[in-house]
């Protein structure tokens, strides 16, 4: 079973729910019998002791079996019934059934009790003096309104004790004919209702307390009902019932917060691979449905030592207690199930499943660190083991490093005087006159020296600044325009994000509009790559840059993306063969797949460029192979403008 949630102790901000420290409230019945238990002892010992007084002060004046043998057995019964009550019981077990029965029994005890107390006293008011006489009618003023009071949660005990004393009492001092022990009669039996009044209202009381109780107790009861429910929303990720990027961050906090007594435990992020296609194509309900799939296979798969949550889109994030090793093992694993082919009606479809981790407390202490490190190692392992696990290690701390000096130097760069402009010649094989250039980009960091042309777009596409650099880079090309001769094209190359954001495609079309350039000498360059993503998106945005004149450039043809519909399908003009098809020009087999691409480029009337030339042998078998144009090492390495041209010069004059 999936660990999906985690009691309140477990977690401080409460996932999900309020703490249970309110006690259930008892049903009224049990709390009537629980009270009425507590006061029944002191009821049995005021018996007990106003029996033995009564009994003690007629000693000599009745009968034994009447001061003697009839009260001590009364006040056995009593004893009994006292030590019965004394015993201590389970109170969480008291239902309402045994409530109700125990009630009954009360009831039925109250009246065997208060006829036989009331009747031995009678019987003994036949004995002694005046004194022994008043006795007997405080003894039953007394006790009765000791009863009473003792029996207030149980009213109908009461009113059977009181009707019975002391209706047999004033029906005995009526029937004696005095005057004043029917005064004293009367005067108990008013001061008897009076008190089971009073008895009644604070019965009612009771039970208006208990009802109160009862009910706010329901509705504390269905507040906590609403905020567990709502701390569940509030940490659940409604599309695959997983825990989200909220619980999983909090959880997160959590361990950090155990410091030294946590458990070892990694963090992971794993990304699925293909799945944006399969959204573009087969529709968002479809991709739901994939993602509610794969987020059932990971609730079942894992045990109380993992907590895998849903991050947002494709990406789920992971907490597993235990070593590394075990991590990546449980992690490769989860890969290859996320793999499995997945039904969709009458569509099966997989995808593949990259994953990174980084443990603790080695990775980092922080939970930012943690995450950006396990991040980054799924980065990796996207591009150099795409459907395995990578872990976080020194190699890639010294890249992270790195990469974070980049950022830091690129964000703080004056791309104004730090970038500059080589041009790379593209020139006719047979005569080896130059065509055009291709412009490509050179950053000059103060405090990195010389950056990489793909360091620098891969740093400016992880800091979202692609747009920023490229428009850098093509007002430089556009500086160095005028110095162009007019007979020669510019080539400027646009990375995938270009073609993905309508706002850099519009700013480039602007800037060509107020330069007044002869856009049919500038070609766009796009990579196959570019083409991944959203097709319809990257299509749309080069038929916007061939609207002002600009030619399209496929670059890298041939590295398996592309194919003969989407070169149907694009606005493309030039297509340039990726440099990996001139290392093959040295073997029969790769001269003939060459040949068969121009022949194919050639079937659809685009030019055609080959990229990569280093020998002389190569731009030979380019040649023979009919290739018109050529761009290489060995014919030229990108320098700048004015030295190209300078040369140039000097190789057409000579």
Known sequence: MARTADTPDELPHGQPGIPRDDPVRRPLLVEQFLR???????????????????????????????????????ITMCLLRLIQWLRPIDEDGVTEAFARKMLQQIEFMAAIFAAGFVSWALVLDQYGGSAEHGHVTVFVAITVMGCIFCLTYLPRAAHIVSYIVLGVFLTYCLASGTITLAAMALNILLVGLVVLKVLRDSFGSFTALEDSQAELQQERAAAQRLAEENARLAHSDPLTGLPNRRYFF??????????????????????????????????????????????????????????????????????????????????????????????????????????????????????????????????????????????????????????????????????????????QPVVRTRTMRMIGVEALARWESPTLGAVAAELLFSTAERLGMARTVTLAAFDRVLADWPRLPRDQRLSFNLAPTDIADPGTVTALMDRIARSRIDATRLVFEITETSLIGDFDVARAALERLRTCGAMIALDDFGTGYSSLSTLHMLPIDIIKIDRSFAERLDDAEGRRLVRAIFNLTSSLNLECVFEGIETEMQLMEATLAGFHYAQGYFIERPIALDVLLEQRMRQNAA
């Open 36 to 74: 009425l238990r507590r006061q029944l002892p002191p009821m049995y010992l005021i018996l007990t002791m106003n029996a033995a007084t009564l009994a003690y002060t007629h000693t000599g004046f009745a009968p034994r079996w009447i001061s003697v043998w009839l009260p001590g057995a009364l």
């Open 250 to 423: 909090a959880r997160l906090d959590a361990l950090l917060a155990r410091g030294a007594d946590a458990p070892p435990f990694c963090i992971g992020v794993i990304d699925l691979d293909r799945f944006k296609p399969i959204n573009d194509v087969h529709g968002h309900a479809q991709g739901d449905r994939l993602l509610q799939v794969i987020g059932e296979r990971l609730r079942g798969a894992s045990g109380p030592e993992a907590v895998i949550a849903r991050l947002g889109g494709d990406e789920f994030g992971l907490i597993i207690e235990g070593t590394l090793e075990a991590a990546e093992a449980m992690g490769t694993w989860l890969c290859e199930l996320v793999q499995q082919p997945v039904p969709l009606g009458d569509l099966v479809v997989s995808v593949g499943c990259s994953g990174g981790l980084a443990a603790w407390p080695e990775a980092g202490g922080r939970a930012h660190d943690l995450f950006d490190r396990a991040d980054f190692a799924l980065y990796h392992a996207k591009k150099a083991r795409r459907g395995g696990v990578v872990r976080f290690s020194a190699e890639l701390e010294r890249i992270i490093r790195s990469e974070q000096a980049l950022e830091a130097a690129l964000q703080s760069a004056d791309l104004t005087r730090e970038l500059a402009m080589v041009y």
